[in-house]
Nanobody, 128 residues
């Protein structure tokens, strides 16, 4: 059973930084993909950053150059370093995993329907 637990959310002023963590357990498939998604009130869930077990990474255009996704295989933890935060980054951030992932030259997708395991989310609020 895959279990994902996010932490690290909080409130920060515009231009600030936060680091989210996702502790993962139960992922035995290889290859696999994991990622960060977010959902603001009244909006659809959107992909922020994803990576796969081969190291391929994809970012949403809106966070490219500001956010960095990484993983610590030994600790089985996924991270999202968020710098230069903007008010429009305010959302609930979710960690997700795809245990049926098939590697491709395009890397892991940013569409939420591709991921079958989800954490409970951590709130990020950026004030202007």
């Amino acid at each position: 059973q895959v279990h994902l637990v996010e932490s690290g959310g909080g409130s920060v002023q515009s231009g600030g930084s936060l680091r989210l963590s996702c502790a993962a357990s139960g992922i035995t498939a290889s290859p696999y993909a994991m990622g960060w998604f977010r959902q603001a009130p009244g909006k659809e869930r959107e992909g922020v950053a994803t990576l796969d077990s081969d190291g391929y990474i994809n970012y949403a255009d809106s966070v490219q150059g500001r956010f960095t996704v990484s993983q610590d295989n030994a600790k089985k933890t996924l991270y999202l370093q968020m710098n230069f935060l903007k008010p429009e980054d305010t959302a609930m951030y979710y960690c997700a995993a795809d245990a049926t992932y098939i590697s491709s030259t395009y890397g892991p997708g940013l569409a939420s329907y591709e991921y079958s395991y989800w954490g409970q989310g951590t709130q990020v609020t950026v004030s202007s």
